[in-house]
């Protein structure tokens, strides 16, 4: 039985699994860490980021590399973590038992609770700036600052989501992991409001996916943006950054444990396919498991170094394919219910060809939102932008409903979001 090959992206067939890549996994499209090609458009995709892969022969299916190989289909799971698909939901209350959950209700309408969202967000950016910074000069991480600036934005998300969402989608950091560190937290916050967490568990959310790439700080910053694979031994010391982001926390005697638990074990998979312990289902802490959902919702949905910005409607699709496989499957669904398949910020094309962006979400009627529209049916810029409002009327020019067909990748169509702010205060 042949083992793992080093094969060239132009050699793949359908059924091959890819266990590795020329780069590392964060820094494509990828979001499961190994996986099946199932389909041309996998082999166009793996060829659009990789010279070559790393192929298992062992778990390939039965297809042929120039006929030269093959492949067993693969029949056992032996050494396989992997959990039963058809296992009986678990209920949310026994999901987080020993906490306290209750339905939360917008506290206040989308124009209402923007202007807050603003200085909230703006205030944490900058003390995000200041607290990184000087963790990267070695100083010890400002933990009481941290909290004290996170309240406000968890304020915020506790009266209307879309709001906070809508802003950090357009505050865009200029360093990646800044802005990571920052929507992440938006995404867990919210997906904790949708549960029922308490504010002080939002709380530890929002902390926790801020800090938990934090170790990342203290790592060769050319290993974290290498064009080139990494040996084995730069791949450990990328993974390092786990226990340098414990030993930051350490260092500021912070006692959070579940904070602590995100950061080392967000990369841990429910399948056990994760690291830095492979740990499997139910033995990843329940904070941890929500961090590495947001974790990899935010790494798709954002332009990194060597992966462009993928729609968030097709980074839903994504993680709905993965549950139970890199994530719980109902925290996935429930994390879908949060952020529907349109989040606040999303750039749309609606039936009438015009395009704009989602400003806000109606929770029972998640596919008819309020849009910004930012070009007409031509594709011309709109001189003077305006809302509809899918869920009351939205004809636009005729007689007919619109409604959205897609979403679209971020800046398509040239479209600057951190430009929109702008346009946004004079359309309402």
Known sequence: MLKTQKVATSELS?????????????????????????????????????????????????????????????????GSKKLNPDR???????????????????????????????QALSTLIL?????????????????????????????????????????????????????????ASMWAVSLGRQVGLSRQDLRSLAMGCLLMDIGKLRVDPELLQADRELTELEIEKVA???????????????????????VACHH?????????????GDSIPVFARIAGIVDTYDALTSNRQYAEAIAPSDAIKLLYHSRDQDFQAELVETFIQAVGIYPAGTLVELSSGEVGVVVAEYRTRRLRPKVL?????????????????????GTGDSA?????????????????????????????
């Open 14 to 78: 359908v059924g091959m699994f890819v266990s590795g890549l020329d780069r590392p996994w964060l820094e494509t499209p990828f979001i499961t860490q190994g996986f099946v090609i199932e389909s041309t458009d996998d082999i166009l995709r793996l060829q659009k980021y990789c010279k070559h892969v790393h192929v298992d022969f062992r778990r390939s299916q039965k297809v042929g590399l120039q006929n030269r190989h093959v492949l067993q289909k693969q029949t056992s799971k032996q």
């Open 88 to 118: 009986p939901r678990v209920p949310l209350d026994e999901i987080f038992k020993g906490r306290k959950l209750r339905p939360y209700d917008d506290g206040g309408a989308w124009e209402e609770e923007n202007p807050r969202a603003q």
């Open 127 to 183: 003390d995000i700036d200041d607290i990184f910074d000087n963790v990267s000069d070695g100083e010890k991480l400002n933990f009481i600052k941290l909290r004290k600036s996170v309240e406000p934005v968890v304020d915020s998300i506790s009266r209307n989501p879309d709001a906070c969402l809508w802003v950090s989608r357009l505050k865009q950091h200029d360093q990646y992991t800044y802005q990571h560190a920052l929507s």
């Open 240 to 262: 390092g950054h786990i226990n340098h982001g414990l030993q930051i926390l350490e260092e500021c005697g912070v006692m959070n444990q579940d904070v602590i638990e995100m």
């Open 268 to 280: 841990e998979r429910y399948d056990g396919s994760g690291y830095p312990s492979g740990l499997v």
């Open 373 to 393: 529209l930012l070009l007409d049916r031509k594709k011309n810029r709109i001189p003077q932008p305006r809302v509809i409002d899918l869920h009351d009327d």
């Open 400 to 428: 007919t409903p619109l409604h959205i067909t897609k979403s679209l990748e971020p800046q398509a169509y040239g479209i600057d979001l951190t430009q929109v702010a702008e346009v946004a205060q004079g359309a309402f």
